[in-house]
């Protein structure tokens, strides 16, 4: 566990045992504030007390106590306390490739369900959910916490997904998919958002709407997003972190550390040093 000197603020990060593309995240934050980002993976998140608010798909929610919190995989959105003392919740960071398998053993369909809603009023997977959360944190069983696990993750897909899998969207614009496709190749680099705009031939200030009305976000965060996922995967192969830090283009060590901890809510150390969270 991390405690943060701000408030007793404090993280815990968990993998359940004989389970992959999964892991949680227990945490209280009061002055903590995720700024605008996308993971590679969903989230499910149970707030215990206070209460937690978010931007997402272009409104703003609030999530009390007792109620849960989704955000899809690739969709844009940020998080903050919405009272004074903060917000404790615990989170579910659900892999594309463990959601697929589920849908498929829950319904025979083939593609990775799509999270319906933004804040839920669902006290059977609330209970759910505090199930498994508490037998991880006990660290009971690998069979009772799987068995939690898909309890609470079957409950969900029954009731607050597309059960018929995602396609992929084929309505982005070409200028778009191209600048995310440079951006993933280039992420290391200094690149401007001249040399971005130049590459899908279109103006500065035109490719910056763009890019942000289609990707919901601009494409400075977008890069940042980038960054942070590569540095996780090279975090979880034992890379050094000034290496890390270099490799995914930061100046130094202290720099990845500032945006790790602005956009994960932990330092690159205690990613390495616990249950490293997929990303």
Known sequence: MARGAEHDEWTSYYRPQGVTGVAALHAHFVDHKYPRHAHAYSVVGLVESGVQSYSYR?????????????VNRGEPHTGEAAVDGGY????????PGFLARALHDLSGSHGTPRLKGAVLDEPELAR?????????????????QESLLLEAVMLLLRRHSDM???????????????????IEAHFADDISLSKVAETVCLSPFHFARLFTKVAGMPPHAYLESVRMRNAC?????????????????????SHLTKRFRR???ITPRQYMKEARPIS
């Open 88 to 95: 404790v919740y615990r989170t579910l960071c659900l892999d």
């Open 58 to 70: 272009g409104s703003r929610h609030f999530t009390p106590a007792g109620r849960i919190f989704v």
């Open 263 to 265: 956009f994960l809510g």
């Open 233 to 253: 995967a090279l975090l979880e192969q034992g890379e050094p972190i000034a290496r890390v830090a270099a490799s995914v283009g930061y100046a130094d060590q």
């Open 128 to 144: 759910a959910l505090a199930r498994f959360h508490r037998a991880l944190a006990q660290r009971a069983t690998a069979i009772e």
């Open 164 to 182: 018929r899998g995602e396609s992929r969207d084929c309505g982005e614009p070409r200028a778009v998919a191209r600048a995310r496709d440079y």
